[in-house]
């Protein structure tokens, strides 16, 4: 093993590169993929290979699973995906006798491989342009309420209408551009999906939450799974029955991995992006919505793990929601950052002042767009009053206690609760309880109603003024007089909830338990910001449209829509970058870093085989990349993605897989908002640590044989 030479290498090799080759901003539909003249980019095969609507092409490898992305890498369905995506459905497995989780898991056998609970698999078959029949049932004439609804409603009845009949199939219909532009997704499902290899959280988890959005990174972020169905090849629930999946085409991996430098691209689902925002939206953002929830998360976080520090039962329950909840928080400080250094709602204001004057200068756009974006001010300058409100009432709303006495009541204003119901309902709500955690539901509980109290007070619910009492000023005092006054509350017991919910509505409606009033206000509330949603869903349709088509005549281009969840195609290179002053990052991690980050704690506890294959050097030395003289771990890319594109293969120039993407640098989770070639770096693991791992920590030599690379 020779560990030399690469950080100057790569640094000579990265200037060089630099001034050679640039990507672009861009999750590309798979209808713009042939304007984008990949071949001149450096990638070496027919752009048909990649995306072929008559044939058989990469993209038929891809899949969207657990909220991320998956790729077929054996023609026996097995699946590449990250380990932060197979999370769910191993914990759903876990418990502590049998801790997947932390240990890992193999299946040494198809028969041991076992049903990753609740996960289905997606693959787009077709799509094709319907913007002109959704929008045909817009009129003039509409509400913004009746416009949301009249497209929401045509939206589902077309994809409905593509489904009717067939098996294997869901049809969606998505929105790429609000109130312009819309397509019809055709996806095939796949209901058996299982877990086959899964490294222990010290490797696929390791460094974090402190590691979570960073680079340099070192967490061999992958899992297998496997997609199965009836033998018929029809889509199936989980039975012993099922055969593996045969996917039309499946991804070659390349073991001879990457450089620095190298043209990559990125076949997945990225979620969401918000590109074509305008500042308002922006500001709101950057000062109100993600600043709160970022500070409730966290506190939400503190309260789970204090309440299992004791338990792993415990902990195994609430790792998936730890986990999301830390993802997010972090993401949300890290786009803080990026929209303040960049100033961005500031930029785009001024871009909106340069955008008005070239409509009021010409007169016909003048008449159609020029009260457009003082429209669109109107409208988030309402929302910014509210959203907190909406956000705390959909955060109360899913607090265990409302939920579960909303349901209630909404059985009972439907007049659904007969006696059956009525001599069951005793027992749904016991085993409701018992499921609850109920220090966790109570401070969540008292928070929010805190949080209630600090908004203007048009915005609160009346009973909280009598919840917060004389406590105003005091935050701790006020929360520990609400977890007093809970206790003498009926929804503070199943015994009280089953009394309550055996009265008539009118005797509910006269309770004088504050805990009862509040839910009765938040249900009125809740209905009134569905309105409110509906006017501005439809406002923004019509008002985002108009924006987008005056943008697009003054900077005379077309625009790529905002990530949505479908397929796209993102390329770019194998680069690193100077996150801060003097500070450069090099693109590729290796073992070294691994061990050099260990302390033996977690989240940086390698496991003791891992130390000592290092120091031994006993492994397959030619899953080493040459120029670092090492396993290399993580690699770092220009490409453009975001949370969705989690589980994406990175492909070399041949199509052939060399990592798998799972995260973004801590400076580009900005880029939801905007792409920069300064910033905005994603994060993969290298196809060989995968190998690596899988064959010397997993001893699952079988799946090198299954992806012929033994
Ligand atoms: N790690 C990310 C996620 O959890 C992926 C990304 O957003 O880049 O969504």
Request: aromatic letters at 10%; glycine letters at 8%; proline letters at 4%.
């Amino acid at each position: 093993m020779s560990r030399r030479f690469g950080f100057l290498t790569s640094i000579l090799l990265s200037l060089f590169l630099f001034v050679t080759l640039t990507a672009d901003e861009g999750m590309y539909p798979l209808s713009e993929i042939s304007r984008l003249d990949l071949e001149s980019k450096g990638l070496e095969i027919p752009v048909s290979e990649i995306y072929n609507p008559d044939g058989v092409s990469l993209v038929d490898a891809i899949c969207q699973v657990g909220g991320g992305t998956g790729e077929f890498v054996s023609p026996d369905g097995l699946i590449l995906t990250n380990h932060h995506i197979a999370y769910a459905g191993v914990v759903a497995a876990s418990t502590p006798e049998r801790d997947y989780l932390r240990e890992g898991f193999t299946a040494a056998s198809r028969a041991e491989e076992i049903p990753a609970e609740g996960y289905i698999c997606r693959i787009t078959e077709d799509y094709r342009d319907v913007s002109e029949d959704v929008l045909s049932v817009v009129t003039d004439e509409m509400t913004p309420a009746e416009r949301s609804d009249a497209i929401r409603e045509k939206m589902k009845a077309i994809a409905e209408a593509e489904e009717a009949g067939r098996e294997n199939i869901s049809c969606e219909v998505s929105e790429m551009f609000p109130g312009k532009s819309y397509v019809l997704f055709t996806y095939r499902i796949i209901r058996d999906v299982r877990l086959v290899y899964v490294p222990p959280l010290s490797v696929g988890n390791y460094g974090g939450e402190i590691d979570n959005w960073i680079w340099p990174r070192h967490t061999g972020d992958f899992s297998f799974m496997r997609a199965y169905t009836a033998p018929d090849g029809s889509t199936a629930a989980y039975s012993e029955d099922n055969v593996p999946f045969k996917p039309k085409r499946y991804i070659k991996v390349a073991p001879e991995g990457v450089s620095e430098g190298d043209f990559v691209f990125i076949l997945g689902y990225p979620g969401r992006t918000y590109r074509h925002k305008t500042s308002d939206y922006i500001a709101l953002y950057e000062r109100t919505i993600l600043p709160y929830l970022s500070d409730r998360y966290d506190y939400m976080i503190e309260t789970l793990e204090e309440a299992s520090k004791e338990d792993r039962a415990l902990q195994l329950e609430f790792a998936n929601m730890i986990k999301g909840l830390a993802n997010a928080t972090k993401n949300y400080k890290g786009k803080i950052q990026g929209l303040r250094r960049l100033d961005l709602a500031e930029k785009r204001r001024a871009e909106e002042a340069q955008l008005q004057q070239f409509i009021e200068n010409d007169g016909k756009l003048n008449e159609s767009y020029g009260n457009t974006l003082e429209e669109l001010r109107g409208v988030y300058r309402d929302y910014e009053a509210s959203s907190l409100q909406e956000i705390i009432v959909t955060l109360l709303g899913r607090n265990g206690y409302y939920n579960l006495f909303n349901s209630i009541l909404s059985t009972m204003e439907k007049g659904d609760l007969n006696a059956e119901r009525e001599q069951r309902l005793e027992e749904v709500i016991a085993r409701q309880y018992e499921a609850m955690t109920p220090a966790v539901e109570q401070d969540f509980l008292a928070t929010l109603i805190w949080d209630f109290h600090t908004l203007s007070k048009e915005r609160q619910p009346d009973v909280i003024a009598t919840l917060i009492g004389g406590h105003g000023d005091d935050r701790g005092e006020a929360l520990d007089a609400i977890h007093a006054a809970f206790k003498e509350s009926a929804l503070s017991s199943p015994e009280g909830v089953t009394r309550i919910a055996k009265q008539d509505l009118d005797a509910i409606r006269a309770s004088k338990d504050p805990f009862i009033e509040l839910a009765l206000e938040l249900r009125e509330l809740n209905k009134e910001i569905i309105e409110r949603r509906r006017t501005r869903d439809g406002e923004l349709k019509r008002l985002e449209a108009a924006y987008i088509d005056a943008k697009m005549a003054w900077q005379k281009k077309d625009f790529i829509p905002d990530a949505n969840s479908t397929l796209r195609l993102t390329y770019g290179y194998i680069r690193g970058y100077a996150p801060a002053d003097a500070t450069y990052y090099s693109p590729q991690t290796s073992l070294k870093g691994v061990i050099e980050k260990n302390t033996g704690e977690r989240p940086f506890d390698a496991p003791d085989q891992l130390v000592e294959l290092y120091n031994t050097g006993n492994y397959d030395t030619s899953l080493e990349d040459e120029l670092l003289g090492d396993i290399p771990v993580g690699m770092l890319y220009n490409m453009d993605t975001t949370g969705g594109n989690s589980g994406s293969p990175v492909l070399n120039a041949r199509g052939e897989l060399v990592g798998v993407n799972f995260d973004r640098a801590f400076e580009a989770t900005v880029n939801d908002y905007q792409w920069s070639e300064e910033y905005s770096r994603s994060i993969g693991v290298d196809i060989r640590y995968v190998l690596f791992i899988a064959k010397h920590l997993g001893r699952a030599d079988f799946l090198l044989d299954e992806l012929g690379v033994n």
